[in-house]
């Protein structure tokens, strides 16, 4: 599948890039054991311990040659301004969707909260909402981006190609990752980011397989939802959507 849109991005042939012919077996074990790590920590509530063992992963996959960065799309996009600004349109436009749709939906269809407590120190203290901001830009954005799109993407794309297809069960099952990693935010919220992982999936494919404008996107996705929180914005755009008080997460 050629890509979608020009988004002026460097372009990368995800089936002839490996530095080995790894064999399909071993590239599904690598994807499988990824995403198992992942979903167990989300769910124990010990995602940052199951990011750092799938780092850990990668790297050993890397030293062995079947992974390496340029095969999971990290390389400088052709235009760098074209690339900024979409993320920043995309993002900033899929954090509103999210706080005044996606949430509130998955909220009403579970009966459950969106629990977004690990980050509701940044409520009125904007020097924690700084803090949470390196964080983001710093590690959040760029580590997700890598594990769960540019490696169990890239993975999967090596399994089953490129056809339309096989792209949309690609980023069917890797959305389905992301959200379960973030299960320790609910049943809604699981939902929720599993939507938005999906979303970033797509951005992926139509980049040209080139992670820095999802990565772009998922940072502006943050900081905009947490610049809204900081305020109050998000409670009071939700509640005049939805005509109702939102309950607390717990």
Same mark, same amino acid.
């Given at each position: 599948?050629?890509?979608?849109?020009? +988004?002026?991005?460097?372009?990368?042939?995800?089936?002839?890039?490996?530095?080995?012919?790894?064999?399909?077996?071993?590239?599904?074990?690598?994807?499988?054991?990824?995403?198992? @790590?992942?979903?167990? /920590?989300?769910?124990?509530?010990?995602?940052?311990?199951?990011?750092?063992?799938?780092?850990?992963?990668?790297?050993?996959?890397?030293?062995?040659?079947? !992974?390496?960065?340029?095969?999971?799309?990290?390389?400088?996009?052709?235009?760098?301004?074209?690339?900024?600004?979409?993320? +920043?349109?995309?993002?900033?436009?899929?954090?509103?969707? %999210?706080?005044?749709?996606?949430?509130?939906?998955?909220?009403?269809? !579970?009966?459950?909260?969106?629990?977004?407590?690990?980050?509701?120190?940044?409520?009125?203290?904007?020097?924690?909402?700084?803090?949470?901001?390196?964080?983001?830009?710093?590690?959040?954005?760029?580590?997700?981006?890598?594990?769960?799109?540019?490696?169990?993407?890239?993975?999967?794309?090596?399994? +089953?190609? !490129?056809? /339309?297809?096989? @792209?949309?069960?690609?980023?069917?099952?890797?959305?389905?990752?992301?959200?379960?990693?973030? /299960?320790?935010?609910?049943? %809604?919220?699981?939902?929720?980011?599993?939507?938005?992982?999906?979303?970033?999936?797509?951005?992926?494919?139509?980049?040209?397989?080139?992670?820095? @404008?999802?990565? +772009?996107?998922?940072?502006?996705?943050?900081?905009?939802?947490?610049? @809204?929180?900081?305020?109050?914005?998000?409670?009071?755009?939700?509640?005049?959507?939805?005509?109702?008080?939102?309950?607390?997460?717990?």
């Amino acid at each position: 599948m050629n890509t979608l849109i020009n +988004l002026g991005c460097s372009l990368w042939d995800p089936l002839e890039a490996s530095k080995i012919s790894d064999s399909p077996w071993v590239t599904l074990a690598l994807f499988s054991l990824a995403a198992i @790590l992942l979903i167990v /920590s989300g769910m124990k509530n010990k995602a940052s311990l199951g990011i750092m063992l799938v780092v850990g992963l990668i790297v050993i996959a890397a030293r062995l040659g079947l !992974t390496s960065f340029a095969q999971m799309g990290f390389v400088p996009p052709a235009n760098w301004l074209n690339t900024v600004l979409l993320g +920043l349109l995309i993002g900033s436009s899929l954090s509103f969707l %999210s706080i005044i749709v996606i949430q509130p939906l998955f909220e009403n269809i !579970t009966k459950q909260p969106h629990d977004v407590s690990i980050a509701e120190g940044v409520r009125g203290k904007w020097k924690s909402l700084l803090s949470w901001l390196v964080l983001i830009w710093t590690i959040v954005a760029f580590g997700e981006e890598i594990l769960f799109h540019g490696f169990l993407m890239s993975q999967l794309i090596k399994l +089953l190609g !490129t056809s /339309s297809l096989a @792209l949309g069960l690609n980023v069917l099952l890797t959305a389905i990752v992301f959200g379960l990693a973030h /299960s320790y935010q609910g049943r %809604s919220g699981t939902w929720s980011t599993g939507i938005i992982g999906a979303c970033l999936g797509v951005t992926y494919v139509l980049s040209g397989y080139n992670l820095w @404008l999802p990565i +772009l996107v998922h940072g502006m996705i943050d900081t905009v939802g947490l610049i @809204l929180m900081s305020g109050g914005a998000d409670k009071r755009l939700r509640e005049l959507i939805w005509k109702r008080p939102l309950q607390p997460a717990g």
